[in-house]
């Protein structure tokens, strides 16, 4: 079934869907509190997803309230849930792979078994009048910085003015996903390289402007200068909306009813990869300290680091294709010059992380499946240290029982281990890990 609910999401996604190509599964059948309150699995999967669908929300409200998935007047109620058991192996005590999770979660020793909650939540999508469109989303998440950030959080709340059928124009604010690459995997649970090191997520505020065609879409974001929850920083964190910025162009190029190339590129101005104080929250930035922040340089250094983005899927009815390759503008600063001294790195490199992946669609015991596996490696600093690259390599099968429920299991290898907060201090590219995950995703 989440076959059918992806098809609808993509069609929507990528535009070009008419209320013709709405198949009944996907339309908001399910109105058990009355006319004007729905529950649609669909949008849900769309708008609270942590592996897909994570950028180009804005433009892909308009685009299901354009071909009828979203009525007008109405209060969509989402809910979602996902975890996962984790049995991890790693060949140097204490030090685990990304994993959606951060260094002191995961033990001391050289075994691990946890059950996490990734993410689950609520969230709410409504629609007032032809051309306003507003969403609420609160998530509780045992991934996040302790003494710092809460585990139930208002992830993201902004409002849409636009209305496609008039105009191919919108804009957005609140606080939400910045529209800055695809951030795509295609295994379950956890996430590309790309997604860990680049999602940009805000926590002040955010305008998005941007233009919707029927095949290709356009987006310009004014962000303030303070510490994003992800991804996002200037030099100057007192700079108001527009300190920051994000632009985004996409275009789809359809082949036949079944087959489509979507093709995007991206740019963010500045990053927390600005400076070699590697603190994870704003708290710790001022604290200039830890937790969540390594010791203080002796020397601190910041220069604008940005991002470019490029990103490439080929989708079908039985298998999907996807590279994505994101890099900075110049080295990212923690592991350019010596923390101690000052002194620059001889070799460094532009921090990058390139993601390819493949996914296969089956049947098992007359339920939809999906078999994937997803490439990831990043290079980070000069080459022959300990923080100099880190790779990521997922092999995953997901069971999908019906529209609400997706059964999954990870295998995930990894080579080095290179944390963000103190990398110059911790790194050790000799690391290797494994983890097998057995989870499920649910959603209404």
């Known amino acids: 079934m989440k076959r059918l609910l992806a098809g609808a999401v993509m069609a929507a ?223 100057d964190r007192t700079g108001g909306l527009g300190s920051n910025f994000a632009l985004k162009a996409e275009r789809v190029f359809r082949f036949d009813d079944s087959r489509a190339l979507r093709v995007s590129a991206s740019y963010l101005h500045d990053t927390i990869y600005n400076n070699n104080f590697t603190a994870h929250t704003f708290q710790a930035i001022d604290r200039f300290g830890p937790p969540n922040a390594p010791r203080p340089p002796r020397v601190y250094i910041a220069e604008r680091v940005g991002l470019w983005d490029v990103a490439a899927e080929y989708t079908t009815a039985r298998f999907d294709l996807a590279v994505e390759y994101t890099q900075t503008t110049r080295p990212w600063v923690a592991v350019s010059y010596n923390n101690d001294t000052g002194q620059p790195f001889a070799g460094t490199r532009n921090l990058s992380a390139l993601s390819v992946m493949g996914r296969y669609r089956t049947e098992v015991a007359g339920h939809d499946a999906t078999l994937a596996a997803v490439f990831s490696g990043s290079i980070l600093g000069p080459d022959d240290t300990e923080f100099d690259a880190v790779y990521q390599h997922v092999l995953s099968a997901e069971l999908h029982l019906n529209r609400f429920i997706d059964l999954g299991a990870e295998l995930v290898l990894n080579e080095g281990w290179q944390p963000f907060v103190g990398i110059q201090d911790v790194a050790d590219s000799s690391v290797q890990s494994q983890a097998l995950l057995i989870g499920l995703t649910a959603r209404f």
């Open 13 to 235: 996604a990528i535009g070009g869907m008419s209320h013709g190509q709405v198949s009944g599964p996907d339309r908001p059948v399910y109105s058990p509190l009355g006319q004007y309150v729905r529950v649609n699995p669909a949008v849900s999967l769309a708008m609270t997803d942590t592996q897909e669908f994570v950028t180009g929300d804005a433009p892909w409200l308009l685009r299901s309230r354009r071909a009828g998935v979203i009525d007008t007047n109405t209060l969509t109620i989402s809910g979602y849930f996902k975890a996962a058991h984790f049995f991890e192996w790693t060949d140097s005590a204490g030090k685990f792979p990304i994993l959606n999770r951060f260094p002191n979660q995961h033990g001391s020793g050289t075994r691990n078994d946890d059950f996490v909650v990734n993410a689950a939540g609520i969230a709410l999508t409504a629609t007032a009048g032809e051309w306003l469109t507003g969403y609420l989303q609160y998530e509780y998440s045992e991934v996040t910085f302790s003494g710092d950030q809460n585990q139930v959080q208002a992830r993201e709340y902004y409002a849409v003015l636009g209305n496609l059928d008039v105009f191919g124009g919108y804009l957005a604010y609140g606080r939400k996903t910045i529209d800055f690459g695809e951030q795509t995997g295609y295994n379950p649970f956890t996430h590309t390289i790309n997604q860990h090191f680049f999602w940009a997520l805000a926590d002040e505020p955010v305008l998005e402007l941007g233009y919707i065609g029927d095949d290709w879409r356009v987006s310009a974001t004014l962000a303030s200068g303070d510490r994003m929850l992800r991804t996002g920083q200037t030099l």
